[in-house]
Every structure is written in structure tokens, then in C-alpha cells.
């Protein structure tokens, strides 16, 4: 099956890799690569977690 994503999905799934990594984590990832407002922190993560749950429903990433 084929799914068409947008931004920051596969930006997401390329932080992740072949990993199992929490949303901080992916964050963490992320904000390496992205200039991302540290103050920001807790609103990054939460949006993470919602398109980690999002992912999980598809069926393309799986829940820990």
C-alpha cells in the first residue's frame, strides 16, 4: 500500500531510521538538521507524538 505524507512526516521517519526512538528523541534528531526554537520545546514534542500516532494508525511505524 502507498501512503502520501507531508511535512514533518517524512522528515520524521528519516530522523528515525531503522530506530525505535521516543518524540523527544526524534527531536532531538530533528533539531540538528532544522534550526527549531528551543523555547518551543514542549509544543515540538507534543506534535511529534500526534503525527507518531498518526504513523502508528497507518500502520507504518509501530507503538513501544
Do not use: K, N, W, Y
Request: proline content about 5%; charged content about 25%.
Amino acid at each position: 500500500m502507498t501512503h502520501m505524507v507531508s511535512a514533518p512526516v517524512p522528515e520524521i521517519l528519516t530522523a528515525m531510521g531503522d530506530e525505535a526512538l521516543s518524540a523527544p528523541q526524534i527531536l532531538s534528531r530533528l533539531s540538528d538538521r532544522f534550526d527549531l526554537a528551543l523555547e518551543e520545546e514542549g509544543s515540538q514534542v507534543a506534535v511529534i507524538a500526534a503525527r507518531l500516532e498518526e504513523l502508528a494508525g497507518l500502520g507504518l511505524v509501530e507503538r513501544l
